[in-house]
């Protein structure tokens, strides 16, 4: 989120499908196995949203039995390209690529 900040954009927000195929087809293109998009519950357990302005996140694409909250701090969304493109909520130390947007 910090670097987004520095390049002067946000970490990318997914509000509906449509933006979601856009993003998807990009991370297709460039064969990225995994990356972060801007929701969490970091906030507020199991309350999602976007990150940079904490609006209520309304549009979801989550695989199976995600999001799982495993060992109970995954806060941040990855989404991951073997399944799909679904999103698994993951802890957010981890370092995936990210899509930032202006
Ligand atoms: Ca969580
Ligand atoms: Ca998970």
Redesign the pocket.
């Known amino acids: 989120m910090s670097f987004c900040k520095t390049v002067g954009g946000k970490l990318v927000e997914i509000d509906n499908y449509w933006e979601f195929q856009v993003l998807s087809r990009m991370a297709r293109n460039r064969r990225f196995p995994n990356f972060w998009i801007g929701i969490t ?2 906030y507020s ?2 309350a999602w949203q976007k990150a940079t302005t904490q609006g209520r996140q309304s549009y979801f694409n989550w695989y199976g039995s995600e ?1 799982n ?1 495993h060992g109970g ?3 941040c969304v990855e989404v991951k390209a073997r399944r799909g493109m679904k999103w698994n ?1 993951r802890a957010c130390h981890i370092r995936w690529r990210f899509v930032c947007e202006k």
């Open positions: 519950d970091m357990e199991g999001p909250s701090y995954e806060n909520d």
